[in-house]
């Protein structure tokens, strides 16, 4: 398929996901992998609808209740953490990378399959330490069958790293006995290999963790 007939299937990919068609959906009408239409319509607004406990069928009210209540503590999590100030990012930062992060001496890494969780690693480490971009590599864990072209452009466009600063990607087998989804961008890791810059910030974990950190 040409330039053309790829810009085509966006459009109508556009289209679809403004009618409130699920990713699934528009994959299987447009003939494309779900990982390709999810990136053509990252932007296009999309509200899920509730599920039905048959044909012609209400919601059942306890999954409204649920949704009702999802919602509403979003909303409250948004009050409650605001805009985040210049200290609270940094805190957050070093906290993300105690859970997520690598702590093997010689590279900062940190993988994580959740678009959020990697934007807030790219932002706060580039926020409070001095990078050289080009020494920022990337690195895709994906399952077979999904879209490596897609992939690679949509986790480049997220951490702001070229695909020509991308590690060879691992393809994995799925394997139907264990696993029932696959995560449809799968892991992506972001490295930067510097051991000053590592122990700057596996100084800054053990001073977080630390008894004197806490609040008395």
């Given at each position: 398929m040409g330039y053309r007939g790829k810009v085509e299937e966006q459009e109508k990919a556009r289209v679809l996901r403004?009618?409130?068609r699920t990713l699934a959906d528009i994959a299987q009408t447009l003939g494309v992998s779900k990982s390709s239409v999810?990136?053509?319509v990252r932007d296009v607004p999309f509200t899920p609808t509730l599920?039905?406990?048959g044909p012609h069928q209400r919601p059942h009210p306890a999954h409204e209740a649920k949704l009702r209540q999802i919602e509403e503590l979003n909303h409250s999590g948004l009050e409650?953490?605001?805009a985040l100030s210049e200290e609270a990012l940094f805190v957050a930062g070093v906290a993300l990378y105690a859970g997520e992060g690598s702590k093997?001496?010689?590279e900062v890494r940190f993988s994580n399959s959740d678009p959020a969780m990697v934007r807030l690693f790219c932002a706060w480490f580039r926020r409070f330490f001095d990078v050289d971009e080009r020494?920022?590599?990337?690195r895709l864990y994906l399952h077979q069958g999904?879209?490596?072209a897609a992939t690679e452009a949509f986790w480049s466009a997220l951490a702001n790293i070229p695909t020509d600063q991308f590690h060879k990607p691992y393809r994995a087998v799925p394997d139907?006995?264990?696993r029932r989804h696959k995560h449809e961008h799968g892991c992506f890791s972001v490295g930067y290999g510097c051991s000053r810059t590592h122990r700057e910030v596996m100084g800054l974990v053990r001073a977080l963790l630390s008894s004197e950190a806490l609040p008395g």
């Amino acid at each position: 398929m040409g330039y053309r007939g790829k810009v085509e299937e966006q459009e109508k990919a556009r289209v679809l996901r403004a009618q409130n068609r699920t990713l699934a959906d528009i994959a299987q009408t447009l003939g494309v992998s779900k990982s390709s239409v999810s990136l053509w319509v990252r932007d296009v607004p999309f509200t899920p609808t509730l599920r039905l406990r048959g044909p012609h069928q209400r919601p059942h009210p306890a999954h409204e209740a649920k949704l009702r209540q999802i919602e509403e503590l979003n909303h409250s999590g948004l009050e409650r953490i605001g805009a985040l100030s210049e200290e609270a990012l940094f805190v957050a930062g070093v906290a993300l990378y105690a859970g997520e992060g690598s702590k093997t001496d010689g590279e900062v890494r940190f993988s994580n399959s959740d678009p959020a969780m990697v934007r807030l690693f790219c932002a706060w480490f580039r926020r409070f330490f001095d990078v050289d971009e080009r020494r920022l590599r990337g690195r895709l864990y994906l399952h077979q069958g999904l879209d490596l072209a897609a992939t690679e452009a949509f986790w480049s466009a997220l951490a702001n790293i070229p695909t020509d600063q991308f590690h060879k990607p691992y393809r994995a087998v799925p394997d139907p006995s264990i696993r029932r989804h696959k995560h449809e961008h799968g892991c992506f890791s972001v490295g930067y290999g510097c051991s000053r810059t590592h122990r700057e910030v596996m100084g800054l974990v053990r001073a977080l963790l630390s008894s004197e950190a806490l609040p008395g």
